[in-house]
C-alpha cells in the first residue's frame, strides 16, 4: 500500500537537531521488529512510544485488582508470525498449539449439541459432524476444502518476507502447488460462494465464515472481497493456517522482541509525544518532533523514518490533510475475564475440552449475515456473534501462585463480531454477549466470575472506542485499516516491500503496510529489509561515485 501525499517545499535541518540513521515512530511489536533487525545491522536506531509501555496491542495486563493473572489485554492468540523472525532475532518465545480447533454449540429440534474440531480432526471430529449433519457429507467436504487450503498457504507463506510478486507470479506458485482451486475460492469470488458450494449445513459453513470476519467489517458475499482477504490472512500463517498460544501471555512476546531490540543497541523512549514529521529537512534527512516527560518538545534528525502507527496517524504527522480519505472503522468488542470454574453446558460436552479451541457462539452462516445487516441498520445484533478462548486450558504460567493453587481458576476472553459504533452502549454490548454465551450453559457465566479485591466481577471489556482511546488505533481497527492482498497490485509495486509511502524516507512498518494484520512481525521484518535495502544502494553508487 501506498500513502498518497502532496509535495512540500524542502526547508532547512534546524540546528541542534540530534541524528540517527532510524527513528521508529510507535512502539508496538512490528516497530519493535523493525528496530532489532536494524540495531542488529549496525544502524543507530531510536524508537519513540507514546504510552509508558512497548507493544501496542500485543501486552498482558493484570486488570483485576487483587487477582494476580496477567491476560493478553487485546492480541491474545499467533499464528502468522514466521519462524524465520524469532529465529533471526533470537526471540526467546514459546506457542503452543491447542489440542481443539473450534467447538460450537448448537440447539437443534429442541436439543442442545455441538460441534467438535480437533486440531488435527480424527475420529471424534468424524463422529462429531455425523451426528450433527445425519451423515458423513460435511466432514468429507471439510477435509477437501481445507487440503485445498493448506496447499494454499504452503504456497503463499514462504512470498510474506520477501520482495512483492505480481499476482500472475504468486498464482502460479499457489498453481503448481496444486490449490488452484483454492486460488478461485480466495481470489476471485466472494468466499461465500465456495463455501455454499462445498458445505450445506449452515453451522457448519458458519464456523469456516468467522476466519472471514473477524475484525473485519463485512459479509461473506461481499463483491469487494474484503471477506476474503480477511481470510486468507486467518489460513496462511507460517504455511498451517494454526493460531497457537503464547506462552506466559501476549507480553512475553513483546518482552522477548523489546530484548532483542535493546540487546542489539537500539534506543527506546517510552512517554514521549511525537508530533510531527518533516520527511524533507535537507541533505535527504527527515525531522521527528517529539514532546519530552517535561513537555519539552525535541527534535531528532534521521536518514529514515519507520511508521509503526496506523496510516492515518501518519498522515496526520506529516500534516498532510486527509480530507475525503476513507476512515478505518473496526467492529469488534474483546471480554477479558477470570473465573472460578468453567461452566457447564448444556450440550454434556466437558468445558476443558468445548473451551480449549475457539467456542463459537451463534455463528452460524445466516446469523452472520443477519448480524451484518444489523450493525448497518445501527442497532446491536441480537444474537450477536461471538468467539470464546481459555488461554489458561493451554497455559496456566500467566496465573500467580495463589491462583495456581486452585486448579479450577481459569481465564476467557470473548471477541464479539459486528460490533459498529452506535449500536449500543458498552454495557448493552456486555449485556448482549454475556446473554449470548449463557444461552449455552447449565449455569450463568455470573455465578462462575472470580471477584476483585473490591467484590467486583472479573470481567473487562474494550471496544472499537477503547482502542482509539487506549492504543491510537483509528477507529479502533485491529488491522490499522482493511487488509490487502499479498502481492504487487501495480507493475511499479512489484520487487517493493509493501511498506512504501510516496515518499522516499519514510516507510510503514506497522500492520498498515502491504502484509500487515495480525502479530506477526512481517511489516517490521520487510521495512528494516526495504532501508537495508536503500542504505546498500547508496553505498554502491557512493563506492561508483555516481
Not at 108 to 115: F, I
Not at 178 to 198: R, S, T
Amino acid at each position: 500500500m501506498t500513502v498518497a501525499l502532496p509535495e512540500r517545499p524542502a526547508r532547512t535541518p534546524r540546528p541542534g537537531a540530534s541524528r540517527h540513521d532510524v527513528v521508529v515512530v510507535g512502539g508496538g511489536h512490528n516497530a519493535l521488529v523493525a528496530a532489532a533487525y536494524l540495531a542488529r545491522a549496525g544502524l543507530h536506531v531510536t524508537l519513540l512510544e507514546r504510552l509508558d509501555t512497548v507493544g501496542g496491542a500485543a501486552v498482558s495486563a493484570s486488570p483485576f485488582a487483587g487477582q494476580d493473572a496477567r491476560l493478553s489485554r487485546y492480541s491474545y492468540l499467533v499464528s502468522l508470525l514466521p519462524y524465520t523472525i524469532v529465529r533471526n532475532l533470537e526471540l526467546v518465545i514459546e506457542l503452543r498449539s491447542r489440542p481443539v480447533s473450534s467447538y460450537t454449540p448448537v440447539r437443534r429440534a429442541g436439543a442442545d449439541t455441538g460441534l467438535l474440531v480437533e486440531r488435527r480432526p480424527g475420529a471424534a471430529t468424524e463422529d462429531s459432524f455425523r451426528r450433527l449433519t445425519g451423515g458423513d457429507a460435511e466432514y468429507k467436504a471439510w477435509n477437501r476444502f481445507y487440503e485445498q487450503l493448506s496447499r494454499l498457504a504452503r504456497a503463499i507463506s514462504p512470498t510474506l518476507l520477501n520482495p512483492l510478486l505480481g499476482r500472475g507470479q504468486l498464482e502460479a506458485l499457489v498453481r503448481e502447488e496444486g490449490a488452484g482451486q483454492a486460488w478461485e475460492w480466495v481470489f476471485e469470488q466472494p468466499i461465500g460462494a465456495a463455501v455454499e458450494q462445498f458445505f450445506g449445513d449452515d453451522t457448519v459453513r458458519g464456523v469456516v465464515l468467522t476466519d472471514a470476519l473477524i475484525g473485519t467489517d463485512s459479509w461473506a458475499g461481499d463483491a469487494g472481497l474484503k471477506q476474503n482477504r480477511c481470510f486468507l490472512y486467518h489460513v496462511m500463517g507460517n504455511g498451517s493456517g494454526e493460531w497457537r498460544v503464547p506462552i506466559g501471555g501476549m507480553g512475553s512476546v513483546t518482552e522477548a522482541l523489546y530484548r532483542s531490540a535493546v540487546d542489539a543497541g537500539a534506543r527506546i523512549l517510552t512517554g514521549v509525544e511525537v508530533t510531527h514529521i518533516e520527511p524533507d529537512a535537507g541533505g535527504g534527512r527527515a525531522e521527528v518532533t517529539y514532546r519530552d516527560h517535561n513537555g519539552t518538545e525535541q527534535v531528532i534528525q534521521s536518514g529514515y523514518v519507520l511508521a509503526g502507527v496506523a496510516p492515518a496517524v501518519l498522515t496526520r504527522l506529516l500534516g498532510r490533510g486527509s480530507a475525503g480519505a476513507p476512515q478505518p472503522q473496526g467492529t469488534q468488542m474483546k471480554i477479558n475475564m477470570l473465573l472460578d470454574h468453567l461452566p457447564r453446558l448444556k450440550s454434556g460436552a466437558d468445558p476443558h475440552v468445548a473451551f480449549a479451541g475457539t467456542f463459537h457462539i451463534d455463528e452460524g452462516a445466516a446469523q452472520l449475515r443477519q448480524a451484518y445487516q444489523d450493525s448497518h441498520a445501527g442497532k446491536l445484533p441480537d444474537p450477536l456473534p461471538s468467539e470464546v478462548y481459555c488461554h489458561t486450558l493451554t497455559d496456566r504460567s500467566i496465573l500467580g501462585k495463589d491462583l495456581l493453587k486452585r486448579p479450577d481458576v481459569q481465564t476467557l476472553t470473548l471477541f464479539s463480531l459486528h460490533t459498529l459504533p452506535g449500536g449500543a452502549t458498552k454495557d448493552e454490548m456486555v449485556r448482549s454477549a454475556v446473554a449470548g454465551l449463557d444461552a449455552y450453559l447449565e449455569e450463568p457465566l455470573a455465578d462462575c466470575l472470580a471477584l476483585d479485591a473490591e467484590g467486583k466481577p472479573c470481567l473487562e471489556a474494550k471496544t472499537t472506542e477503547d482502542l482509539q482511546d487506549e492504543l491510537a488505533m483509528p477507529g479502533g481497527h485491529i488491522f490499522h485499516r482493511d487488509l490487502s492482498w499479498p502481492y504487487a497490485e501495480r507493475a511499479d509495486q512489484v520487487g517493493k516491500w509493501g511498506v512504501e509511502t510516496g515518499i522516499d524516507n519514510v516507510l510503514i512498518c506497522g500492520a498498515g503496510a502491504r502484509r500487515g494484520g495480525g502479530v506477526s512481525g512481517i511489516p517490521g521484518h520487510n521495512a528494516a529489509r526495504a532501508v537495508l535495502d536503500r542504505v546498500a544502494d547508496a553505498g554502491r553508487r557512493r563506492s561508483s561515485g555516481i
